[in-house]
């Protein structure tokens, strides 16, 4: 079975709900522990385009959010429901989220 990185970032005063999110959807289980994830802070920056409906800022106007970025593992029977609880949960438009696939060494 493989085991998978999936890296988040969301609006730093949203983390602890997607956090739970992850969890629930089976996403940071490590060993006899679920909820399992790893937080840094940092700025997101983005420029929403003609088309976009963005939940923070406007059309035309460059955007700067204080955002958590969430990193989790999750195996490969998770991985999917993860991504989709993400999807359903984030307030973005479009959340921008990473997928490894961890080596096993």
Do not use: W
């Not at 940071?28 to 800022?57: D, E, Q, W």
């Not at 406007?58 to 991985?79: F, M, P, Q, Y």
């Not at 993860?82 to 080596?103: C, F, G, Q, T």
Request: glycine share 10%; hydrophobic share 35%; aromatic share 6%.
């Amino acid at each position: 079975m493989s085991t998978y990185k999936v890296v988040v970032t969301v609006p730093s005063h949203e983390a602890d709900q997607l956090r739970r999110t992850i969890g629930d959807a089976g996403g940071g289980k490590v060993g006899n522990y679920t909820h399992c994830s790893f937080s840094v802070k940092g700025i997101g920056r983005f420029l929403p385009i003609y088309g976009a409906n963005p939940t923070i800022g406007k059309v035309g106007a460059l955007e700067e959010v204080e955002e958590d970025r969430i990193e989790i593992t999750c195996n490969s029977e998770n991985v999917k429901s993860v991504i989709a609880a993400i999807r359903k949960n984030h307030s973005y438009e479009e959340p921008a989220i990473d997928v490894y696939e961890l080596a096993e060494l």
